[in-house]
T-cell receptor, first 115, second 118 residues
Framework: KAGVTQTPRYLIKTRGQQVTLSCSPISGHRSVSWYQQTPGQGLQFLFEYFSETQRNKGNFPGRFSGRQFSNSRSEMNVSTLELGDSALYLC??????????????FGQGTRLTVV | AQTVTQSQPEMSVQEAETVTLSCTYDTSENNYYLFWYKQPPSRQMILVIRQEAYKQQNATENRFSVNFQKAAKSFSLKISDSQLGDTAMYFCAFMKPLSTGTASKLTFGTGTRLQVTL
C-alpha cells in the first residue's frame, strides 16, 4: 500500500512568485492536513481538508491557500512568496477524520527554498 | 490555546540503554489525545505511540512506553534497549477533537534530537 506522496520533493522559487505543492494521500484516506516546519517556528498547522471542504485552518496569512479534489488529492498554494516561507511543508492523511482514526500518516515533505 | 513543551533540545544514549524524553502540555480540555512522533533524517514523521487522555493505563508499543500524568500534564516517552535506528528528532504532539467528535489538528512541541551511540 503506497504511503502519502508529496511532489515535488525540492523546490526553489524567487520572492514574489507563487508555488503549488501537491499531496496524494493513502488510498481510502479522505482527510488531508498540511503543516509548515521551520527551524524557528517548529511545526505549525496550516489547514485540513475533508471531502473537498476545508474543515480547519491555522493562523497563516491569506497568501496560503489549499484545496482538495474529489479523489482526495490536495494542493496548497502560496502566492507572493517571501523569504520567510522557506520551509519543509508536510502533508498528512487520515482515514476518515473521526476521533477513532487519530493516526496521521505523513509524507516526506516538500522542501521549499525562497531566494 | 494548547501548548506543548519539550525542554530537552538534545539527548544522547548508548545503544541498549534506556532513555526518557520529557513533554509537558497546557490545556483546559478534559478529552484529548497525545502522541509521540519520530522524524528521522529522511524527514518523514512516523507515529511512535498514542495515548488517549481518558485512559489511565500508560500506552506501550514494544520498546516504547509512556508515563502519562494527567494531573501534572506530563507525557514522557521511555525508549528501552535503544537502537541505532532510534536516532531521530522526537516530537510530542497534542490533539483536541473537534466538537463534532472528529480528529483535528496536531499541536507539536519543539522536538528533542536523540542520538544513539555505540
Amino acid at each position: 500500500k503506497a504511503g502519502v506522496t508529496q511532489t515535488p520533493r525540492y523546490l526553489i522559487k524567487t520572492r514574489g512568485q507563487q508555488v503549488t505543492l501537491s499531496c496524494s494521500p493513502i488510498s481510502g484516506h479522505r482527510s488531508v492536513s498540511w503543516y509548515q516546519q521551520t527551524p524557528g517556528q517548529g511545526l505549525q498547522f496550516l489547514f485540513e481538508y475533508f471531502s473537498e471542504t476545508q474543515r480547519n485552518k491555522g493562523n497563516f496569512p491569506g497568501r496560503f491557500s489549499g484545496r482538495q479534489f474529489s479523489n482526495s488529492r490536495s494542493e496548497m498554494n502560496v502566492s507572493t512568496l517571501e523569504l520567510g516561507d522557506s520551509a519543509l511543508y508536510l502533508c498528512a492523511s487520515r482515514k476518515q477524520g473521526t476521533v477513532s482514526n487519530t493516526e496521521a500518516f505523513f509524507g516526506q515533505g516538500t522542501r521549499l527554498t525562497v531566494v | 490555546a494548547q501548548t506543548v513543551t519539550q525542554s530537552q533540545p538534545e539527548m544522547s544514549v548508548q545503544e541498549a540503554e534506556t532513555v526518557t524524553l520529557s513533554c509537558t502540555y497546557d490545556t483546559s480540555e478534559n478529552n484529548y489525545y497525545l502522541f509521540w512522533y519520530k522524524q528521522p533524517p529522511s524527514r518523514q514523521m512516523i507515529l511512535v505511540i498514542r495515548q488517549e487522555a481518558y485512559k489511565q493505563q500508560n500506552a506501550t508499543e514494544n520498546r516504547f512506553s509512556v508515563n502519562f500524568q494527567k494531573a501534572a500534564k506530563s507525557f514522557s516517552l521511555k525508549i528501552s534497549d535503544s537502537q541505532l535506528g532510534d536516532t531521530a528528532m522526537y516530537f510530542c504532539a497534542f490533539m483536541k477533537p473537534l466538537s463534532t467528535g472528529t480528529a483535528s489538528k496536531l499541536t507539536f512541541g519543539t522536538g528533542t534530537r536523540l542520538q544513539v551511540t555505540l
